[in-house]
């Protein structure tokens, strides 16, 4: 084992967001309050929100120390959602439309979600309803929970496409973003959604976008590389914190480590080191970054970066390839010492 191997080791045991069950279990207590008032408060989102779904950084079981923040599908059933037609944006690769005029088959879809003349549904008014949704169970309700082992304040924050909860206590705080996600029904698979995202497009358009998911296909592909892969990706977040890129999100590492499963083969990852691995998805963040295109995985076409202007371009892709000429030379190096490779992971 090279010093380089051992010492990401030690960095990654350094970083690890320690497994508490105090942590998981006050989230999960606040998480399953908020939705059971919304469920109280609005009997439509009842009928329609039975199903939550934990993704991002908690679900694949890669955070760091200093995370916080927890992200939370909402999955939405629609009642005639096997009907729902999918029209594909032709200009905007990944995004689509949700065609209702199928699927109409209750007043709130035919006269507030859908009510425009194509039956597309609409971004805006989904977004009107749950924002209303959130507030009136929060002010109905109450805003304090008692989890047993804390007592949380909470707080309602609209933001993008997520709907976020802040929880504080005297001791410790943490957020959720929760993030509506329609079911829909594709060849293959029972998990996909469509997840409301806008994409600069002419007129009003940009409106009544979608973006294709598949969390839980994600989940596996990282799942089945073990260990190894979750370990790196810990060290590419603790590498993005220490060069203050806060734009590079854990889903672009994990859009990277699936592609390179993919390509590999995900046994064939498992089984390599992890400065191996780290090494490798940095490579490939940077050859992302130096293209200016960073493929969504449900769809190449779909560039997942293209939302940072060309000022965060460069300074992005200079400071992932200087880490990167520094970092892969350090394998070869026998005297390299733990502070000289701590110092890339450290803020």
């Keep these: 084992m090279s010093n380089f191997e051992y010492y990401l080791q030690e960095i990654v045991s350094d970083v690890s967001c320690p497994n508490d069950p105090i942590d998981n279990s006050d989230f999960v207590a606040v998480k399953d309050y908020v939705l059971e008032i919304m469920r109280l408060e609005d009997s439509y989102f009842d009928d329609i929100c039975q199903n939550d779904i934990l993704f991002g950084s908690a679900a694949h079981n890669v955070r760091i120390f200093n995370d916080d923040e927890f992200d939370v599908l909402m999955e939405l059933q629609f009642p005639a959602h096997t009907h729902i037609k999918q029209v594909e944006c032709k200009d905007r690769p990944g995004f689509m439309y ?4 199928k699927a109409c088959s209750d007043n709130m879809v035919a006269y507030t979600l859908a009510n425009n003349n194509l ?21 109905n309700y109450g805003k304090v929970i008692n989890t047993g082992y804390e007592t949380y304040t909470l707080r309602y924050l609209w933001r993008g496409i997520t709907y976020t909860i802040y929880a504080k206590s005297p001791s410790r705080s943490f957020s959720i973003d929760f993030v509506p996600a329609v079911k829909i029904v594709r060849p293959n698979s029972n998990t996909w959604h469509a997840i409301p995202k806008q994409k600069a ?10 973006m294709l998911s598949d969390s839980q296909a994600e989940l596996q592909h990282v799942k089945r590389c073990g260990r190894t892969m979750r370990d790196a990706l810990r060290l590419l977040q603790a590498l993005r914190n220490s060069k203050d890129l806060p734009k590079l999100r854990c889903y672009h590492m994990v859009s990277v ?34 293209d200016g295109h960073l493929s969504y ?15 965060e371009m460069s300074r992005y892709t200079s400071d992932l390839c200087s880490a990167y000429n520094t970092l892969k030379s350090y394998p070869h190096q026998p005297n390299l010492s733990f502070g000289r490779c701590q110092w890339h992971f450290s803020n």
């Design 119 to 139: 039956d597309y549904l609409s971004q805006s008014c989904l977004k009107s309803w749950l924002d209303n949704v959130f507030k009136a169970a929060l002010s």
């Design 257 to 290: 480590a699936i592609w390179m499963a993919r390509q590999m083969g995900h046994s064939n990852v498992a089984v390599l080191s992890v400065s191996d691995v780290f090494l490798m998805l940095l490579s490939d963040l940077c050859d992302a970054f130096m």
């Design 201 to 210: 497009g002419s007129g009003n358009t940009a409106n009544f976008t979608f």
């Design 297 to 311: 995985v449900w769809d190449s076409r779909m560039n997942l970066i293209s939302h940072l202007t060309p000022a």
């Design 98 to 101: 949700l065609d209702f005029s």
